[in-house]
């Protein structure tokens, strides 16, 4: 079962897609980059209008991957910024040593 994930902070969000595919990276890969003295929503805020953003992006991945339509976005992180409108691509690596996909 895939995990379409997405996350926001302040005026910045991201989404990416799990599909549990043999060489991709797992959701704690993700959350290795980020560590555990990452900011929490509660600390610094968040923008609502952005939650609608990633919302939407998050349910466009999961129509794509229902449908069988388009390339999901697995493998990568989407991030968008709300204050200059922009997105970002960052290739997302599986960790050799991860307790839960490495080998």
Known sequence: MPLVSG????MEGQITVFTYQD???CYRCLSRL?????LTCVEAGV?????GVIGSLQAMEAIKLLAGYGKP???????YDAMTCQFR???????????VCGQ
């Open 7 to 10: 996350a926001a902070i302040r």
């Open 23 to 25: 060489g991709e990276p």
């Open 34 to 38: 980020f560590g555990e003295n990452a």
């Open 47 to 51: 923008m609502a209008p952005l939650i």
């Open 73 to 79: 976005a697995s493998g990568k992180i989407v991030m």
């Open 89 to 99: 691509e960052m290739k997302l690596m599986r960790n050799p040593g991860c307790e």
